[in-house]
């Protein structure tokens, strides 16, 4: 006799399990209130697109939580919020409704929230997925699954890179078939769409079914694009499934915007009065870069200055005689340095690094070699790591 499975027997299931029992705890549904987090795989699975939101049509719309937020901010004279859902108001759909004038604090940190909501990929997974949602509406899916065997063998045994010099010639072809079937399935389920609609009314069940399929193939026609457009435009790498980069295999095609300036002046200034505030958006004494990557056409701008007395409290120390930073991750002589300074300060320290991974390292380096708590943010929330302070 097998045994019988009392519950989920992969580690995938087990983060989506979870996932569905933080759903009906949450009261924001914001994976940022998620903690610890769960794989980017995981999320996949229980979340959908702008795109394929089914907004009035959708038989969850009480449930929500994008719908919830939309509703709070439509009945709000104020709505404060923070940078992930400008994100999906400039890269996706609208969030927020109609409203007069954005304020936007840390706005050094805005777009490179733009250009993560900004920022598609294309997986065998998802190509997949439209392939299913293809066959639900009654249309084929025989050239979309060759495509998706096509790009499966494309990425074959690739590693996570930086793809400087253009894709290859066989991810390329690979590419073109996506797109090719992609827009040949789209026509379909819109054709298809609009006999269902015709027969049933645009609120039946398999208009929903035909719009969610449209969906997911329209943005795997719009990502093959942006992976086949103009190069300069996107910066394109192959990275592995969850953002594991000591991973030998590359499971994903990303393309990220190189400028998102015209989606934050379009999608989110438009005409409205915008006031940005930040301790760090002048660079060289003026604001002329980040005006220019915020979108702004001539602003009016203010430079407040700081009560910090650099010259009386703080110190400037460049440790000249390390060796310069190299791939091979951080030194022990810049590891011993570090531990000395932590030391000499008294434990009070903030560390930046250029890479969670050596940040990790640098983490654990410091927990073998000090008698003082070490927290690493990129495995804690900021309010675990205030509750871990003593």
């Given amino acids: 006799m097998l045994p019988i499975s009392t519950g989920p027997t992969s580690a995938l299931g087990a983060e989506v399990a979870r996932l569905h029992e933080w759903a009906d705890e949450t009261e924001t549904g914001d994976r940022d209130d998620l903690v610890p987090g769960v794989s980017h795989r995981a999320w996949a699975q ?8 089914l907004e009035s049509k959708c038989p969850m719309l009480k449930e929500c939580f994008s719908q919830r937020v939309r509703d709070h901010a439509a009945q ?12 999906v108001q400039a890269a996706s759909h609208d969030m927020l409704g109609e409203h007069q004038a954005l304020i936007v604090d840390e706005a050094h940190e805005l777009v490179s929230r733009i250009t993560g909501a900004a ?10 997925r439209a392939a299913s949602a293809a066959r639900r509406v009654g249309v084929s899916s025989e050239d979309i699954d060759r495509a998706a065997r096509a790009l499966d063998a494309a990425l074959g045994d690739e590693r996570p890179t930086r793809l400087r ?24 389920v819109q054709r298809a769409t609009k006999t269902t609609a015709e027969l049933s009314g645009p609120g039946d069940s398999a208009s929903a079914t035909a ?46 915007p190189l400028d998102v300036a015209s989606l934050i002046r379009d999608r989110l200034i438009g005409e409205r009065a915008s006031v940005f505030t930040s301790a760090t958006l002048a660079l060289g004494g003026n604001f002329d870069a980040m005006a220019r990557h915020l979108g702004l056409d001539e602003p009016e701008c ?38 000395a300074l932590i030391e000499a300060a008294g434990g009070r320290t903030l560390g930046l690094f250029s890479s969670h991974r050596a940040g990790q390292a640098a983490a654990e380096a410091m927990r073998a070699r000090l008698d003082v708590p070490i927290l690493y943010q ?4 900021i309010a675990d790591a205030r509750r871990a302070i003593p």
């Fill in 46 to 53: 229980v979340s959908v697109s702008g795109r394929e939101c």
């Fill in 76 to 87: 709000s004279k104020i709505v404060v919020t923070n940078h992930a859902v400008l994100g």
């Fill in 119 to 128: 920022t598609h990929e294309l997986t065998v997974a998802r190509v997949d």
């Fill in 165 to 188: 010099s253009g894709l290859g010639e066989e991810l390329a072809a690979a590419i073109e078939l996506v797109r090719g079937a992609a827009r040949t399935a789209l026509s379909a």
């Fill in 211 to 256: 719009k969610v399929a449209s969906a997911a193939l329209q943005e795997i026609h719009d990502v093959c694009e942006e992976l086949q457009g103009e190069h300069g435009r996107y910066v394109i790498w192959l990275a592995p499934a969850d953002g594991d980069y000591d991973s030998q295999v590359a499971e994903r095609i990303v393309a990220a």
């Fill in 302 to 339: 203010l430079d407040a200055g700081s009560p910090f007395d650099y010259g009386r409290q703080g110190i400037l120390y460049v440790a000249k005689h390390l060796d310069r930073p190299g791939q091979g991750g951080i030194s022990e002589e810049a590891l011993d340095e570090l531990a």
């Fill in 378 to 381: 990129a495995r804690r929330s």
